[in-house]
C-alpha cells in the first residue's frame, strides 16, 4: 500500500473540494509514480473535501 506522504507529495497544493478525477489527473501532471497513480485510480468516485479525506479513500480502495 502506498504511503499516504507519498500520495501528499503528488497532490500538494491541489485545491479542495475535488472529486477523484480531479486527483488523478493532478497527480498525473506532477509526474507521480505508478503506485501513487494506481492508489488514486482505485479511489471510490466521490468528492473530497481534503487530503484526510483522500487519505481514507486510498486505504479504503485497495
Same mark, same amino acid.
Given at each position: 500500500m502506498v504511503s499516504t506522504a507519498r500520495v501528499s507529495k503528488y497532490l500538494k497544493g491541489i485545491h479542495f473540494p475535488a472529486d477523484k478525477r480531479k486527483? &488523478?489527473?493532478?497527480?498525473?501532471?506532477? @509526474?507521480?509514480? @505508478? @503506485? &501513487?497513480?494506481?492508489?488514486?485510480? @482505485?479511489m471510490p468516485e466521490g468528492q473530497y473535501d481534503s487530503m484526510a479525506g483522500v487519505w481514507h479513500a486510498v486505504g479504503r480502495g485497495r
Open positions: 486527483c &488523478v489527473s493532478y497527480a498525473r501532471e506532477h @509526474d507521480a509514480p @505508478d @503506485d &501513487v497513480m494506481g492508489a488514486l485510480n @482505485d
